[in-house]
Protein backbone atom coordinates (compact mmCIF):
# COMPACT_ATOMS: atom_id res chain seq x y z
CA UNK A 1 0.00 0.00 0.00
CA UNK A 2 2.86 2.20 0.91
CA UNK A 3 5.36 0.77 -1.83
CA UNK A 4 8.11 2.83 -2.56
CA UNK A 5 8.53 4.24 -5.82
CA UNK A 6 11.65 5.76 -7.29
CA UNK A 7 13.21 5.83 -3.80
CA UNK A 8 10.40 7.82 -2.51
CA UNK A 9 8.09 6.59 0.26
CA UNK A 10 5.34 8.59 1.41
CA UNK A 11 5.63 9.68 4.99
CA UNK A 12 3.34 9.28 7.99
CA UNK A 13 0.72 7.66 5.16
CA UNK A 14 -2.09 6.29 7.62
CA UNK A 15 -1.93 8.82 9.44
CA UNK A 16 -2.90 11.13 6.89
CA UNK A 17 -6.14 8.93 6.04
CA UNK A 18 -7.04 8.91 9.31
CA UNK A 19 -7.18 12.15 10.01
CA UNK A 20 -7.91 13.97 6.55
CA UNK A 21 -10.94 11.52 6.20
CA UNK A 22 -11.13 11.75 2.82
CA UNK A 23 -14.80 10.11 2.01
CA UNK A 24 -16.16 8.46 -1.30
CA UNK A 25 -17.01 10.82 -3.78
CA UNK A 26 -14.55 14.39 -2.20
CA UNK A 27 -12.85 16.74 -4.07
CA UNK A 28 -9.14 16.30 -2.68
CA UNK A 29 -6.20 18.64 -3.88
CA UNK A 30 -2.57 17.04 -3.48
CA UNK A 31 -0.54 20.04 -3.28
CA UNK A 32 2.87 18.20 -3.70
CA UNK A 33 2.16 15.22 -5.43
CA UNK A 34 5.75 13.84 -5.70
CA UNK A 35 5.67 10.41 -7.11
CA UNK A 36 1.97 9.78 -5.86
CA UNK A 37 2.39 8.08 -2.36
CA UNK A 38 -0.43 9.79 -0.39
CA UNK A 39 -2.19 10.37 -3.68
CA UNK A 40 -2.67 6.65 -4.01
CA UNK A 41 -4.15 6.99 -0.79
CA UNK A 42 -6.42 9.03 -0.82
CA UNK A 43 -7.81 8.20 -4.28
CA UNK A 44 -8.47 4.75 -2.85
CA UNK A 45 -10.45 6.53 -0.43
CA UNK A 46 -12.48 8.51 -2.43
CA UNK A 47 -13.35 6.27 -4.77
CA UNK A 48 -15.22 6.20 -8.61
CA UNK A 49 -17.01 9.48 -7.69
CA UNK A 50 -14.09 11.15 -6.01
CA UNK A 51 -11.71 13.85 -8.19
CA UNK A 52 -8.03 14.38 -7.08
CA UNK A 53 -6.49 16.80 -8.39
CA UNK A 54 -2.53 16.79 -7.83
CA UNK A 55 0.16 19.91 -8.31
CA UNK A 56 3.76 19.74 -8.59
CA UNK A 57 6.26 22.45 -9.19
CA UNK A 58 8.45 19.35 -10.24
CA UNK A 59 7.46 18.26 -13.57
CA UNK A 60 9.80 14.63 -13.23
CA UNK A 61 7.93 14.21 -10.40
CA UNK A 62 4.43 15.00 -12.19
CA UNK A 63 5.30 12.73 -14.91
CA UNK A 64 6.24 9.98 -12.55
CA UNK A 65 2.76 10.20 -10.68
CA UNK A 66 1.07 10.63 -13.67
CA UNK A 67 2.14 7.15 -14.65
CA UNK A 68 1.90 6.24 -11.04
CA UNK A 69 -2.08 7.19 -10.45
CA UNK A 70 -3.32 6.06 -14.25
CA UNK A 71 -4.75 3.39 -13.30
CA UNK A 72 -6.28 4.94 -10.32
CA UNK A 73 -10.13 4.38 -9.09
CA UNK A 74 -11.04 8.09 -9.61
CA UNK A 75 -11.11 10.75 -11.70
CA UNK A 76 -7.36 12.53 -11.20
CA UNK A 77 -5.91 15.81 -12.94
CA UNK A 78 -2.61 16.68 -12.74
CA UNK A 79 -1.22 19.79 -13.13
CA UNK A 80 2.57 21.00 -13.56
CA UNK A 81 2.44 24.37 -10.64
CA UNK A 82 4.13 25.63 -7.57
CA UNK A 83 1.38 25.56 -5.16
CA UNK A 84 1.53 29.73 -3.97
CA UNK A 85 -0.74 29.63 -7.37
CA UNK A 86 -3.58 27.69 -5.59
CA UNK A 87 -6.18 29.72 -6.90
CA UNK A 88 -5.16 29.56 -11.19
CA UNK A 89 -4.04 25.78 -10.87
CA UNK A 90 -7.54 24.97 -8.86
CA UNK A 91 -9.41 27.82 -11.44
CA UNK A 92 -8.10 25.89 -14.27
CA UNK A 93 -9.35 22.39 -13.30
CA UNK A 94 -12.72 24.10 -13.01
CA UNK A 95 -12.58 23.49 -9.30
CA UNK A 96 -14.33 25.83 -7.02
CA UNK A 97 -14.07 24.12 -3.65
CA UNK A 98 -12.67 21.22 -1.80
CA UNK A 99 -12.87 18.88 0.66
CA UNK A 100 -9.32 17.79 1.35
CA UNK A 101 -6.48 19.59 0.62
CA UNK A 102 -2.81 18.20 1.77
CA UNK A 103 0.90 19.62 1.39
CA UNK A 104 3.77 17.36 1.80
CA UNK A 105 6.60 19.90 2.12
CA UNK A 106 10.29 20.23 1.75
CA UNK A 107 12.76 18.19 -0.41
CA UNK A 108 11.87 14.47 -1.32
CA UNK A 109 14.21 11.45 -1.95
CA UNK A 110 13.72 11.48 -5.95
CA UNK A 111 15.14 14.71 -5.51
CA UNK A 112 17.75 14.15 -2.92
CA UNK A 113 18.57 11.01 -4.82
CA UNK A 114 19.43 12.38 -8.24
CA UNK A 115 22.64 14.29 -8.10
CA UNK A 116 22.06 16.09 -11.33
CA UNK A 117 19.53 18.43 -8.93
CA UNK A 118 22.18 19.46 -6.49
CA UNK A 119 19.88 19.16 -3.42
CA UNK A 120 22.64 16.57 -1.53
CA UNK A 121 26.08 16.75 -0.76
CA UNK A 122 25.89 12.66 -0.70
CA UNK A 123 27.01 12.18 -3.70
CA UNK A 124 28.59 15.20 -6.13
CA UNK A 125 26.51 17.67 -8.48
CA UNK A 126 26.14 20.85 -9.98
CA UNK A 127 24.95 23.16 -7.16
CA UNK A 128 21.49 24.10 -8.42
CA UNK A 129 18.86 22.89 -5.52
CA UNK A 130 16.07 24.60 -8.07
CA UNK A 131 12.49 22.33 -7.41
CA UNK A 132 11.27 23.94 -10.82
CA UNK A 133 13.87 24.20 -13.65
CA UNK A 134 12.41 27.06 -15.20
CA UNK A 135 13.93 29.21 -12.46
CA UNK A 136 16.34 30.97 -13.32
CA UNK A 137 18.82 31.45 -10.37
CA UNK A 138 20.32 28.34 -9.33
CA UNK A 139 22.23 27.84 -5.26
CA UNK A 140 25.72 28.68 -6.80
CA UNK A 141 24.46 31.98 -7.83
CA UNK A 142 23.80 32.74 -4.18
CA UNK A 143 27.02 31.31 -2.95
CA UNK A 144 28.93 33.05 -5.35
CA UNK A 145 27.24 36.57 -5.65
CA UNK A 146 26.15 37.24 -2.34
CA UNK A 147 28.32 39.43 0.65
CA UNK A 148 29.23 37.93 3.15
CA UNK A 149 27.08 39.66 5.49
CA UNK A 150 24.40 38.74 3.32
CA UNK A 151 25.17 34.96 3.16
CA UNK A 152 25.59 34.63 6.41
CA UNK A 153 22.42 36.20 6.98
CA UNK A 154 20.40 33.97 4.67
CA UNK A 155 22.11 30.62 6.26
CA UNK A 156 21.34 32.07 9.64
CA UNK A 157 17.62 33.16 8.67
CA UNK A 158 16.74 30.19 6.71
CA UNK A 159 18.25 27.22 9.44
CA UNK A 160 18.99 28.52 12.51
CA UNK A 161 22.68 27.95 11.94
CA UNK A 162 24.40 29.72 14.84
CA UNK A 163 27.96 29.50 12.50
CA UNK A 164 26.91 30.94 9.50
CA UNK A 165 29.07 34.01 9.74
CA UNK A 166 31.80 31.75 10.15
CA UNK A 167 30.64 29.72 7.11
CA UNK A 168 30.01 33.03 5.05
CA UNK A 169 33.27 34.00 5.72
CA UNK A 170 34.69 30.67 4.45
CA UNK A 171 33.12 30.84 1.59
CA UNK A 172 34.20 34.27 0.42
CA UNK A 173 37.61 32.96 0.96
CA UNK A 174 37.37 30.09 -1.33
CA UNK A 175 35.35 31.81 -3.89
CA UNK A 176 38.06 34.36 -4.32
CA UNK A 177 40.66 31.75 -6.46
CA UNK A 178 37.16 30.04 -8.26
CA UNK A 179 33.67 29.77 -8.40
CA UNK A 180 32.38 27.25 -5.77
CA UNK A 181 29.93 25.31 -8.51
CA UNK A 182 29.66 21.73 -7.20
CA UNK A 183 27.64 20.36 -3.94
CA UNK A 184 31.26 18.75 -2.61
CA UNK A 185 32.63 21.91 -2.58
CA UNK A 186 29.79 23.22 -1.15
CA UNK A 187 29.93 20.74 1.83
CA UNK A 188 34.00 20.73 2.26
CA UNK A 189 33.94 24.17 2.42
CA UNK A 190 31.37 24.22 5.53
CA UNK A 191 33.18 21.28 6.79
CA UNK A 192 36.60 23.48 7.13
CA UNK A 193 34.61 26.25 8.23
CA UNK A 194 33.43 24.19 11.29
CA UNK A 195 36.61 22.78 11.82
CA UNK A 196 34.90 19.36 11.57
CA UNK A 197 35.39 16.20 10.11
CA UNK A 198 31.82 14.50 8.91
CA UNK A 199 33.03 11.05 9.09
CA UNK A 200 34.25 11.84 12.98
CA UNK A 201 30.22 10.93 14.00
CA UNK A 202 30.65 14.43 16.50
CA UNK A 203 27.20 14.65 15.38
CA UNK A 204 23.97 12.98 14.59
CA UNK A 205 23.90 15.28 11.01
CA UNK A 206 26.21 16.06 8.66
CA UNK A 207 28.00 19.78 9.30
CA UNK A 208 26.35 21.01 5.86
CA UNK A 209 22.95 20.29 6.51
CA UNK A 210 21.72 23.24 7.52
CA UNK A 211 23.78 25.67 5.25
CA UNK A 212 22.09 23.50 1.96
CA UNK A 213 18.54 23.82 3.90
CA UNK A 214 18.92 27.72 3.88
CA UNK A 215 20.17 27.33 0.44
CA UNK A 216 17.30 25.50 -0.86
CA UNK A 217 14.77 27.41 0.80
CA UNK A 218 16.01 30.66 -0.74
CA UNK A 219 16.52 28.86 -4.27
CA UNK A 220 12.55 28.17 -4.34
CA UNK A 221 11.33 31.02 -2.35
CA UNK A 222 9.55 28.25 -0.04
CA UNK A 223 8.33 30.29 2.93
CA UNK A 224 6.60 32.83 0.98
CA UNK A 225 5.10 29.96 -1.08
CA UNK A 226 3.78 28.13 1.79
CA UNK A 227 2.31 31.99 3.41
CA UNK A 228 0.67 32.42 0.12
CA UNK A 229 -0.75 28.25 0.20
CA UNK A 230 -2.13 28.91 4.04
CA UNK A 231 -3.53 32.55 2.96
CA UNK A 232 -5.77 30.91 -0.39
CA UNK A 233 -6.60 27.52 1.76
CA UNK A 234 -9.42 28.80 3.41
CA UNK A 235 -11.04 30.08 0.55
CA UNK A 236 -11.38 26.96 -1.29
CA UNK A 237 -11.86 24.45 1.49
CA UNK A 238 -15.90 23.46 1.81
CA UNK A 239 -17.36 23.51 5.79
CA UNK A 240 -15.77 20.59 7.02
CA UNK A 241 -13.22 19.84 4.59
CA UNK A 242 -9.66 19.28 5.90
CA UNK A 243 -6.43 20.63 5.68
CA UNK A 244 -2.85 19.09 6.27
CA UNK A 245 0.43 19.99 6.15
CA UNK A 246 3.50 18.02 6.65
CA UNK A 247 6.89 20.19 7.43
CA UNK A 248 10.26 18.90 8.00
CA UNK A 249 11.79 21.95 9.76
CA UNK A 250 10.80 24.31 12.62
CA UNK A 251 10.28 27.46 10.14
CA UNK A 252 7.61 25.59 8.36
CA UNK A 253 6.11 24.12 11.34
CA UNK A 254 5.87 27.83 12.99
CA UNK A 255 4.11 29.04 10.24
CA UNK A 256 1.78 26.24 10.30
CA UNK A 257 1.19 26.73 13.84
CA UNK A 258 0.51 30.26 13.86
CA UNK A 259 -1.56 30.15 10.57
CA UNK A 260 -3.70 27.28 12.45
CA UNK A 261 -4.32 29.07 15.63
CA UNK A 262 -4.78 32.74 14.12
CA UNK A 263 -8.13 31.07 12.08
CA UNK A 264 -8.69 29.28 14.90
CA UNK A 265 -9.34 32.21 16.62
CA UNK A 266 -11.06 34.14 14.09
CA UNK A 267 -13.47 31.26 14.28
CA UNK A 268 -12.45 29.81 10.54
CA UNK A 269 -10.34 26.78 11.43
CA UNK A 270 -11.07 24.00 14.16
CA UNK A 271 -7.81 22.52 14.54
CA UNK A 272 -7.87 18.71 14.69
CA UNK A 273 -4.63 18.27 15.74
CA UNK A 274 -3.37 19.65 19.11
CA UNK A 275 0.52 18.77 18.62
CA UNK A 276 1.94 17.92 15.94
CA UNK A 277 1.55 14.23 14.96
CA UNK A 278 5.28 12.14 14.26
CA UNK A 279 6.38 9.20 13.01
CA UNK A 280 6.31 6.22 15.28
CA UNK A 281 9.22 4.30 16.09
CA UNK A 282 9.01 1.88 13.57
CA UNK A 283 8.48 4.53 10.55
CA UNK A 284 11.21 6.28 11.63
CA UNK A 285 13.51 3.20 11.40
CA UNK A 286 12.54 1.89 7.59
CA UNK A 287 11.80 5.57 6.38
CA UNK A 288 14.94 8.68 7.57
CA UNK A 289 12.81 10.84 6.00
CA UNK A 290 10.12 10.46 8.65
CA UNK A 291 12.42 10.92 11.33
CA UNK A 292 11.83 15.06 11.23
CA UNK A 293 8.33 15.12 9.82
CA UNK A 294 5.47 16.73 11.45
CA UNK A 295 1.85 16.57 10.23
CA UNK A 296 -0.41 19.49 11.06
CA UNK A 297 -4.57 18.84 10.27
CA UNK A 298 -7.39 21.88 10.87
CA UNK A 299 -11.15 21.72 10.04
CA UNK A 300 -13.07 24.31 8.04
CA UNK A 301 -15.77 25.81 10.16
CA UNK A 302 -19.14 26.92 8.49
CA UNK A 303 -18.13 30.63 8.97
CA UNK A 304 -17.55 32.61 6.22
CA UNK A 305 -14.27 34.94 5.62
CA UNK A 306 -16.78 37.81 5.31
CA UNK A 307 -17.60 36.81 9.02
CA UNK A 308 -14.51 35.92 10.31
Avoid: W
Avoid at 46 to 70: F, K, S, T
Amino acid sequence: MTEPVSGHTPVLPGEVVELLAPHPGDVVVDTTVGAGGHARLLAQAIGPAGILCCVDVDAAARDIARERLADGPCRVTLHRGNFADLGPVLDAAGISAVDVMLADLGVSSMQLGDPERGFSFATDGPLDMRMDDRLEGRAADLVNSLGEKQLADLVYHYSQERFSRRIAKRICRVRRDGRITTTRQLADVVCKALGVDPRSRRSKIHPATRTFQALRIAVNDELAALEKLLDQAPQYLKPGGRIGVISFHSLEDGMVKRDFRRRKAAGVYEIVTKRPVVAGEEERGSNPRARSAKLRVARRTERTLEEA
